[in-house]
């Protein structure tokens, strides 16, 4: 079982930056592919970024490469996302997933093994 907490989100000006971060419980943080996922209001959720589980490969969605940056540290059980040159567009609920899966498969949006409950970053223009 593993129990992830995001933090970090919040309001922004566009072009601003933040940091999110997500704590995993367990000792078995370092055997799952990690993710972050967004949804926008009346939107599907969709892919953000993806690390495999020892941190040597990422995936990002088009739409945030160059800006975005994923990142884990296996040791403190947490995986962040570094957010920068935000853009409204950016505004949703985003959230961090864990599975047992490869990184790469995460962008087709399979079921992930755990989700945790999101955190709103709003972006204002």
């Known amino acids: 079982q593993v129990q992830l907490v995001e933090s970090g989100g919040g309001l922004v000006q566009a072009g601003g930056s933040l940091r999110l971060s997500c704590a995993a419980s367990?000792?078995?943080?370092?055997?799952?592919?990690m993710g972050w996922f967004r949804q926008a209001p009346g939107k599907e959720r969709e892919f953000v970024a993806a690390?495999?589980?020892?941190?040597?490969?990422?995936y990002y969605a088009d739409s945030v490469k160059g800006r975005f940056t994923i990142s884990r540290d296996n040791a403190k059980n947490m995986v962040t996302l570094q957010m920068n040159s935000l853009k409204p567009e950016d505004t949703a609920v985003y959230y961090c997933?864990?599975?047992?899966?490869?990184?790469?498969?995460?962008?087709?949006?399979?079921?992930?093994?755990?989700w945790g409950e999101g955190t709103l970053v709003t972006v204002s223009s």
């Open positions: 690390i495999n589980r020892i941190g040597s490969s990422t």
């Open positions: 367990g000792r078995t943080f370092s055997s799952y592919a």
């Open positions: 997933a864990a599975d047992l899966g490869s990184a790469q498969a995460m962008r087709s949006m399979g079921g992930m093994d755990y």
